[in-house]
Every structure is written in C-alpha cells, then in structure tokens.
C-alpha cells in the first residue's frame, strides 16, 4: 500500500460511538454454533443478507460470527439518520477506523463533502475497503434506510467489495439493492427466518436459560409450535414459568393468544399498523394457506396480491410457499392471534369469510380445503356432501387419519343420522380397517337416516350403498347377502366406485353358496370395474384364485396370485383385508410349489392380519379356515386347530354360512387324524434327499458326494437344487442351517448309517 497520511476519524467528525460498536454477547445467550460457522465458512460471497421479523436473533448471530471469525469486522446499527448519506458514510468510515486510522483524504472528503459524496467520499470509502480486504462490514436494522440515496451508496459499495469481503444486511424486510446479478454469480448469500429458526437442541438451551426444564418430546413439541422463532420460545418459557408458579402443568399447548405472545405481536407489529392493512391480515388469518385470488374472491376485493407483497416485504411472519410467490402461509402462532383478533371485532363476518373461501376452493378443485371451510362456516349439509365425495379418495390415496378425523367429527356432533351418505361411507372405511363394532353401528345409522338427492356417483338414492355395506357385514347369511347384493348392483349408476364392492359381495355369495362358475364370471367383472379400490380388486382376484384351485387349475391360480400381489404392492393403502388375502393366496401357492419357508412366513403375516377382518364374517372365515388348511398341510396341528377355533367362534355369531361351517367340520376331521409333526415331511424331502443333506455339511465336492454314494454328478447337484428348493435357502451352508433348525440332524445321521 502506497504511504498515504493517516489519521483518527473521530477527532476528524460527528459519529455516535455506539452505533459503531460489536454489540456485546449477554452471559447466557445459546450459542448459534452450526449457523456461525456456515458464515465464517462463507469467503466468496461479495454480500449477505440477514432477513427475519423481530426476535429471531439476527443481531445475536451476527455478533456471535464476529467473536469468532479471524477476519476484522466493522459494525453500524443504522437508524434514521442514516438516510443522510453522508451521515451514513461517516459512520461507516468511522467503523472502519475503529481497528485501523483512516487515510487523511477520506477524512476530508467526509469532513468537507461539497456537493455530492459520489466524486470524492464514496470512491474513498470503496477504496479504503478494498486495501482492507479481507473484511465483514455489517450494516445492522438496514430496514430503517429508505432514502435513495443512502440505498444507492450501500450498492456502490457492494459492487466494490473483493474477495474474501463480504457486506452484511440484517434487518426485518429485504434490502432495496439490485442484488439480482449477484445472486445469479452464485456470489451472494441469502438467510432467512428458516435459517435462523432454532433446532430443538438449541430450543432445549434456550429454554433452560430462562430456567424451564421440559422433556425431550415437550421441546420438540414447542419449538415445532414456534417454528424455531427464538423469541417465541422465550415468551412460551415464560408463559411456563408462569404457569409452574401458579401450578399449571408444563404441557398447555402454546398459542397466540398467550398474553406474553399477545403483548409482543401488538407492540412489535400490530400497534404500527394502518387500520387498512391490520384488517386485511385479520380477514385472511381464516385461512391456513392463500393467494391473490383467494384472498380476492374472499374479502370481495382486488389487489390482495399486491397487499401480500407489501406483507411479505414487511416481514409480517408471512411465509411464502412456492417460488413464484404466488401462495402464502402466517407463521402460525401470529395467525392465531389475527384469528383471535378477528371473533373479537368482526365475530359476524367468520362464517361469511370462511363460506367465500369454501366457495372458492370447490370451484377450483379443492374439495379438501372446501371442506375444511364449509365446516368452519358451520355449513354441515355442505360440508357433509364434500366429505361424501372425498371419503374414497382420502382412503385409496392412502390419507387414513386425515379421513378418520373427518369422520370423527360427525360421529362426536351426532351427525350420522342425519347424513347417511357420511354414514355409510364410514361403515365402509371401519369395515375395511378392521372395526366391526364401529361398522356396525355406523351402517345402523345409515339405515335410519333419510337422503335427498343425488350421491357422488350419481345414483339416486342411498338404498344401494346401504344394501352393499349390508352385504359386506353378511348379518344373516349367505342368501341374504346375495339378496342385498343384487340390489345393489341393480340400484347402482353407471361406473359407480360401489359397483365393484357391490359385485364383489354377489360373487362370493354365489361362491359361498355353491356356483363357482357364476361367481367366477361376476368377480372378474368386479375387479374389472374396481377402478383403483384396492381391496375390492385384491379380494375378487383371490376369490377367483381360490375358485381357480379348487378346480384344479393351479396355473390360473398363480397367476391370479401373482397379479394380486403385485396390484396390493403398488398400493399406497395400509390396506389389511388385501393384505390377509395375499397372505393367504401366498400360502396356497407357495404349499404347492414346495416353497415350505416362505410358506411358513405368509401363514405368519396371515394370522396376524386375520384380527382385521371379523366385520366381514364370511371373508374372516373363509381366511382362517385357509390358514387352518396350510398349518395342517405343514403339519402343524395346534396352529390350525387355533385357526379353526376362531372360525368356528365366528361361524356362531354369523349363522347362513353354510358351506363354510361345512369346510370346517372337514377340517377338524383332518386334524384330528393328523400325526405329529416331523422334521422331513415338514420340509418335504424324499429319501435321496435326506441321504444328500449331511454331506452338504462337509468339505466335500459334488464330484466327491456323487463318488461316495456311486451316483453321477449331475444327480447330486440335481438334488442339492431340490434341496434348495424345499428348504427354502439358496446355499449348502444355509440348507444345512435350516434342517438343524427343523431338528433333522440326528434322524438324517441315522438315514446315513443305514444305508451303508
């Protein structure tokens, strides 16, 4: 650097010395350990922007990065008089003087600025950053610089910084700077309330400052309320603090109707507010998410799009949720308070608010969110008809407890008779979760409720929606389930989503009463017309697999086998009464083709999925008594006779099921003949077989085996394959674990010696 005279900038102008000073680290403050070194990893960036609503910390981490980073930093807390740009210079200049003297003509020219800074002060300030660099200038509440010119001389000297330098801008709404090319070179970075969110770890240390002591899952719990706002937490530990005082409990959900919350929101944003803008965030609160159009539509207004920009440049805790800025969300706690602000001075225009935006939502598709608000608005004939409609979709796109909340709601308002449709709807999905007693007395409820009007699916009337869930619980047997389901299928419309339950339900009474042939032929209409209903599609083609068996036609069998447990996979549905039927599809198939392992394995996952059927009685049985069926072909007496047991339990509560109650008694026959179990028939392996096992535990070659027992190579490896096959393994070591593990050892040994 050339010699140049250098001297103290503060005997040189007028500065506040405090607002040039690191502001000091409070004993106590949690350190922001993986964010302060995201920054002081940061060396090729020419700026920084800091953005976040208050309370977030910026200043804190900002302060925390410069304790901590070897580069010098030079630090301004703007405020108004800022705006003068050769105020703003100055105290700039002054930071900069505060590690090292200035040089003698930057003095001057700040002193004495003439006409304008941009010929002399500015190009010497950007100078005197340049033979600095490396350096972090921070300019700290750069919100409060709004005059052109103060704007236009902060980017003069961001287009002036080098490499390793690096412009800090922290305040609450995004800098007014053209930063677009920087952000495009890659050479600018961007922080904001997500980066500077608090992480659980760091919520626990906050919270333990304050002198709140909670369980692990309590903080998660509260720093996912507060969405990592670091003064949220603070308040929450005082709100429990409060609340230990006056003995609370520790686990009061926070909200933003916390006084401490309340007290904050008001004094930091909402006292600052034009009544124009306070009542445009009052109205939209209603919403969990919006855009322009939405919020057009619901206040019955224009130019909600550009109030949202306004909002978001504000930094109004809203939260954008797309990258074209089109779809906005409140941070949830501050929605709260705007939610609560709006019943307490508009209380009348809620429901009207949230009809608006049902209105909306329906006409564009959102039959969800409609339904979300037509409940709000307390409008139960709409938001009964929209949950109708939305039941099926929820459960096959494989939202369970979104639609069992839904649900819910009507079952704790005493709603089902009301809405039938909603009623049997939910028969249906508790059927199909495994609940008979739930499906049961909401397909009760369905019986004695009225309907008017025309249902999703365009049938007419609720009669054969009734009469298919009638025939799907099978209360009084076989024949009245065929009754009511070709009444259902006669009553349905044209591609109705219950026209393949409905045929479903006919065809296995057909099946159960003895007309394999029909049945058949209507099951494979039922998984044709399934139309993404899981169940009812896996459940017809294992009513067609198992048609297909008992008549001896084991190919067809499989590949129905196959072509259901490739469907139930693809499934995005916990489905349990699919998943019991592949189970025991599975078992048949793999009993035939000697499979005896994986066979053992679906029997498992059958008995445990078999639970979940009892509120179809004739498929619950008809389950058990397959599994029964394969625990006695693998010579497992008790485990069928425990299968059996339950089936008969079920068959004396569901009378009219005939030929299944005969099955049984055919069944309890077998077991009751059937031996005790054996090692070698379990797994199936002939006499040559059981020769070649304990060799498979040696050293010994094919070539030598095949030697020992005077037999061809070519044999031994034929039979070591079978071996494989049957056990279920695909190696020598592992068939020889498998026949220990079956107790084969010392009967295998004895074959051996009695042969030689």
């Known amino acids: 650097m050339s010699r140049r005279k250098l001297v103290p900038a503060r005997s040189a102008f007028d500065f506040l010395e405090s607002k040039i000073q690191v502001p000091p680290l409070r004993a106590g403050t949690v350190s922001r350990t993986a964010l302060v070194n995201r920054l002081r990893a940061t060396t090729s960036v020419a700026a920084t922007t800091v953005v976040a609503p208050a309370g977030y910390g910026k200043t804190t981490v900002l302060a925390q990065w410069a304790a901590r980073d070897s580069r010098p930093f030079a630090w301004v807390t703007l405020d108004e008089r800022d705006n003068d740009p050769i105020v703003l210079l100055r105290h700039i200049a002054a930071a900069l003087e505060v590690d090292e003297p200035l040089e003698a003509r930057l003095v001057d020219a700040l002193e004495k600025p003439g006409a304008s800074i941009w010929t002399k002060a500015l190009p010497r300030l950007a100078n005197q950053l340049f033979e600095r660099s490396p350096n972090v200038l921070v300019l700290d509440d750069f919100n409060l610089l709004r005059s052109r010119a103060s704007i236009e001389a902060v980017a003069a000297l961001v287009d002036a910084e080098e490499e390793r330098s690096m412009l800090v801008l922290a305040g609450r709404t995004f800098p007014r700077l053209p930063l677009a090319q920087l952000r495009a070179s890659g050479r600018l970075l961007e922080l904001g ?31 996912e309320q507060c969405e990592g706002w670091p003064a949220a937490l603070y308040l929450a530990a005082l709100s429990i603090r409060d609340g230990e005082a006056n003995g609370g409990a520790e686990v009061v959900p926070l909200s933003g109707d916390d006084r401490y919350l309340t007290d904050y929101f008001r004094s930091e944003y909402l006292a600052r507010l034009r009544p124009g803008p306070l009542r445009f965030l009052r109205r939209t609160s209603v919403l969990e998410r919006m855009s322009g159009p939405l919020c057009d539509a619901m206040l019955e207004d224009e130019g909600s799009a550009q109030e949202l920009e306004k909002i978001e440049r504000a930094n109004l805790f809203l939260v954008p949720l797309d990258n074209r800025r089109e779809w906005y969300r409140y941070h949830h706690l501050f929605r709260d308070l705007l939610q609560r602000e709006l019943v307490e001075n508009e209380p009348a225009l809620v429901p009207r608010l949230h009809g608006r935006a049902a209105d909306w939502f329906e006409e564009h598709g959102d039959e969800e969110s409609a339904l979300e608000h037509a409940s709000a608005a307390g409008d139960l004939d709409r938001a009964a008809a929209l949950l109708t409609a939305l039941v099926l979709p929820l459960y096959y796109s494989g939202r369970i407890a979104t639609l069992d909340r839904w649900l819910a709601r009507f079952e704790r308002a005493g709603l089902l008779e009301r809405y039938p449709a909603v009623a049997v709807q939910g028969a249906r999905i508790h059927a199909l979760r495994g ?195 394969g625990f006695v072909t693998l010579r497992d007496a008790g485990a069928g006779q425990e299968q059996l047991d339950e089936a008969l339990a079920l068959l004396r509560r569901a009378p009219g099921l005939d030929s299944l109650s005969a099955r049984a008694e055919e069944l309890q026959r077998e077991i009751d003949v059937a031996p005790e179990r054996d090692g070698a028939q379990y797994a199936g392996l002939t006499r040559a077989e059981l020769r070649l096992l304990p060799l498979l535990a040696t050293h010994l070659s094919f070539r030598e085996i095949a030697e020992q027992l005077f037999v061809s190579r070519n044999t031994i490896k034929t039979q070591a394959i079978s071996v494989y096959r049957k056990l279920g393994v695909s190696s020598r070591s592992e068939a020889v674990a498998e026949a220990q593990r079956l107790g084969l050892g010392e009967h295998l040994r004895v074959v051996v010696t009695n042969d030689r």
């Open 435 to 629: 609940r008979p007693e739930a499906a049961e007395k909401w397909l009760d409820a369905a019986t004695l409720g009225t309907f008017r009007g025309t249902l999703p699916d365009g049938t007419k009337t609720i009669a054969p929606w009734v009469s298919t869930a009638r025939a799907w619980l099978c209360r009084k047997g076989a024949k009245q389930m065929l009754a009511d389901a070709e009444m259902a299928v006669a009553g349905l419309a044209a591609g109705s989503s219950w026209r393949s339950p409905a045929l479903l339900a006919q065809g296995s009474a057909l099946m159960l009463l003895g007309d394999p042939d029909r049945a058949d032929a209507i099951l494979a209409e039922a998984a044709e017309a399934a139309l993404g209903a899981t169940e009812s599609h896996v459940m017809a083609l294992g009513q067609r697999a198992l048609i297909a068996d008992e008549e001896g036609e084991h190919e067809r069998a499989d590949a129905l086998s196959t072509e259901l447990h490739e469907l139930l996979v693809a499934s995005p549905v916990d489905a349990y009464v699919a998943r019991a039927v592949d189970s025991t599809a599975t078992v048949r198939t793999m009993l035939r083709h000697g499979r005896w392992n994986e066979a053992r394995a679906a029997l498992t996952a059958g008995q445990e999925l078999a639970p979940f059927l009892d509120a179809l009685p004739w498929l619950a049985v008809q389950v058990r008594l397959e599994l029964a069926r």
């Open 193 to 223: 309330p997500a980066d500077l969110a608090m992480t659980k770890r760091e919520g626990e240390l906050l919270l333990r400052q304050s002198g709140v002591r909670l369980r692990a899952e309590r903080v998660a719990e509260l720093v």
